[in-house]
């Protein structure tokens, strides 16, 4: 296990997940800001190719959340030896949205990355207009550091990209 919250288990996938992840990656409301590799809906097919490469990689930095053995969601956590900084990415079960679980998982990651990785900045990107994922960020005390104009294409559309940060300073004023 990497770590833990009150309600989840953020650990690595095993076979058993892929259920689950399937049935994830064919809910179309998951993909209306990109996400795993692709930006639709993936078939059983394509389902076993990202699950095998994100979460079964042995180098991948990608785990499952889980609640009662139930993925949830799924976090990564890349590191940049070059600039030694951590960026953060997460992904919630379309059907588990509105829950706090990218919330909860979030401060849980900044904790962990903070407190055992003793990471001294932590980032996270998200496309502009996903309000959802900026309100998470927002609320787990990330702030807005840029706009990344044209720096992704969604759905054949050129969108921008905005970049959220904190600061090992920043978040210890808050947890100290």
């Known amino acids: 296990m990497l770590f833990k919250t009150n309600r989840f288990k953020i650990i690595k996938a095993i076979d058993e997940d892929f259920n689950d992840y399937l049935e994830m990656v064919q809910q179309p409301e998951l993909f209306k800001f990109g996400a795993l590799m692709t930006q639709e809906v993936q078939d059983k097919s394509k389902a076993k190719e990202t699950f095998d490469i994100i979460l079964m990689d042995k180098k991948s930095s990608t785990f499952v959340v889980k609640n009662n053995n139930r993925v949830v969601g799924i976090l990564t956590i890349l590191y940049s030896e070059c600039l030694t900084t951590y960026e953060i990415g997460y992904v919630v079960n379309y059907k588990d949205w509105h829950n706090g679980i990218a919330t909860e998982v979030t401060n849980a990651a900044l904790k962990y990355l903070f407190q055992e990785k003793n990471a001294s900045y932590v980032f996270a990107t998200t496309v502009s207009n996903n309000l959802a994922s900026r309100?998470?960020?927002?609320?787990?005390?990330?702030?807005?550091?840029?706009?990344?104009?044209?720096?992704?294409?969604?759905?054949?559309?050129?969108?921008?990209?905005?970049?959220?940060?904190?600061?090992?300073?920043?978040w210890l004023r808050l947890h100290i």
């Not at 969604?154 to 600061?167: A, K, P, Q, S």
């Open 135 to 170: 309100k998470v960020l927002e609320k787990c005390n990330f702030k807005l550091e840029g706009t990344l104009r044209n720096n992704c294409k969604l759905h054949n559309t050129l969108m921008d990209d905005v970049r959220y940060g904190i600061t090992l300073t920043e």
